[in-house]
């Protein structure tokens, strides 16, 4: 049996299990949370940080290697596209959402909401700074990018679009949803997404949130 080692409530966990939802292979999730990590989980995850993945006696830390060494285990539903400029976009779109995307929506629930399961207050400053610098180098660009297309690469859902929504779900935790008279397509492509049973089944069972 595969286990997915993290909450859920991380979005780098999302993106594992929206893969494995999808592709209909059966898991068990083991609700670590990192902050700090248990000693157990540095043996499967050396940077402390979470998703990891057992599979047997095999263990991989990481979303992206995650997600990509499931998709060449089980190949069905493929979520990774085959034609080598959509592949390349796909990887691009992954790696935007999760080291810079995450700026203006991670970030934003850690300081929010992350915060206060550590007994700290929020930063009211680092919130202003996210809201004035980081979303408008990010939001237009996803905005763009998205366009009218359903999925943001090619015709069909990818890893892009799991690494992405999983990302801006993360600003509904923390109750700031993008504002839909400023970026109209970025709120069409997410509601999209949300009715996926993949996303619905995932929010709903967490209990932080339901999406209407
Ligand atoms: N590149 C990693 C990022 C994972 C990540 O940053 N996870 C956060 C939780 S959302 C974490 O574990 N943070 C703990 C820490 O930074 O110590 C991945 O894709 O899995």
Known sequence: MLTVHGSPISPFVRKVLVLLAEKGVA????????????????LISPI???PALTDGDFSLPDSSAICAYLERKHPEHNLYPLDPQAYGRALWYQIYADSVLVGATSALFFQKVAVKMMGRE?????IQAIRDNTEPQVLPYMEAQIGDREFIVGDHFSIADIA???QFIQRLYAGEPIDSALYPNISRYLANHMQRESFKT???NDGFITVD
Do not use: C, R, T, Y
């Not at 929020?122 to 680092?126: C, I, S, T």
């Open 27 to 42: 898991f068990d999730v083991n609700p670590v949370m990192p902050f700090p990590a248990p000693a157990e989980h540095l």
């Open 48 to 50: 402390g940080k979470i």
């Open 122 to 126: 929020p930063d009211e400053v680092a």
């Open 164 to 166: 992405i929504s999983s």
């Open 202 to 204: 995932l929010i709903n």
